[in-house]
């Protein structure tokens, strides 16, 4: 989707002339619930041509390819012998069973819950990349570093907030 009735918001190049009210009620017209459902909101500013075509600092495929395989591997191994197969169909009971967090996480959540206001659905959402990402990181342990990333990737829970 577009972030802004305009699409110009964030791009350096164009202004944005929307009013507040012109932005929330084009916010409104997507409902919490939906949004709840979508695993990952990143906004992605506009790409001026000179840095599609430039060469550096693109993310190196094969390495993101080596470590997403390592992290399907992980989740193979974790869930063996259940009807589960990925980190996205976790829920409920299983939730907890394979995203245990520390103290430190509870705390930090407690936190972000209270700054964002986030839904019972987007903290399920966010627990479950969180997993994901430590899996990516080849780490057992779900870490605050990986929940503060997983929060990141709810650009509009956060937004919403504000
Ligand atoms: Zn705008």
Known sequence: MKPHPCGFRGDARHECVCTDVKVLSYRSKLSGPLLDRIDLQVEVPAVPYKDLKAETGRVDSALMR?????ARTVQTERFTGTNIRTNSQLSGKALGVYCPIGEDCHRFL????????LSARAHTRILRLARTIADLDSMTDIRVEHLAEAINYRNLDRQGAS
Do not use: D, F, I, P
């Open 110 to 117: 407690e936190m972000a819950n209270q700054r964002l206001g």
């Open 66 to 70: 080596s470590r997403v395989l390592g």
